[in-house]
C-alpha cells in the first residue's frame, strides 16, 4: 500500500531542505511608484531591462507586472529604432 504522508517534524524537515525554494514575488516598479514614467529616449532607464548582450529581460527578472512589460519592449525597440540603444552588443 502507497505510504501517506503525514504533517510530522521529519516531513518539514525535508521540505526546508528541499532544492527548491520560493523567493519572494517581485513588485512592479511602475504599479509600486506612480511617478515613474517610462521614456524611449532615456537610455540609462533602459539599460536596466536589457541584459549585457542586448536582449530584453522577461517579466520573472524584471518583476514587472504584464502591463508594464509591453510598455518596456515597446520603450526598447522604438530606441533601437531611432539609435538610442544598440541591436546588440559585441
Known amino acids: 500500500m502507497a505510504e501517506r504522508r503525514t504533517n510530522n517534524r521529519v516531513n518539514q524537515e525535508d ?13 512592479c516598479p511602475f504599479s509600486k511608484d506612480k ?11 533602459l ?8 536582449k ?8 514587472a ?8 519592449t515597446k520603450a526598447v525597440k522604438r530606441a533601437r529604432q531611432i ?3 544598440p541591436y546588440t552588443i559585441d
Open 65 to 72: 507586472c504584464a502591463k508594464a512589460q509591453r510598455q518596456i
Open 83 to 85: 539609435g538610442v540603444l
Open 35 to 45: 511617478d515613474l514614467v517610462l521614456d524611449y529616449k532615456n537610455a540609462e532607464q
Open 15 to 27: 521540505d526546508k531542505n528541499s532544492k527548491f525554494k520560493r523567493t519572494k514575488k517581485k513588485v
Open 47 to 54: 539599460q536596466r531591462f536589457i541584459t549585457e548582450k542586448g
Open 56 to 63: 530584453i529581460l522577461p517579466r520573472r527578472v524584471t518583476g
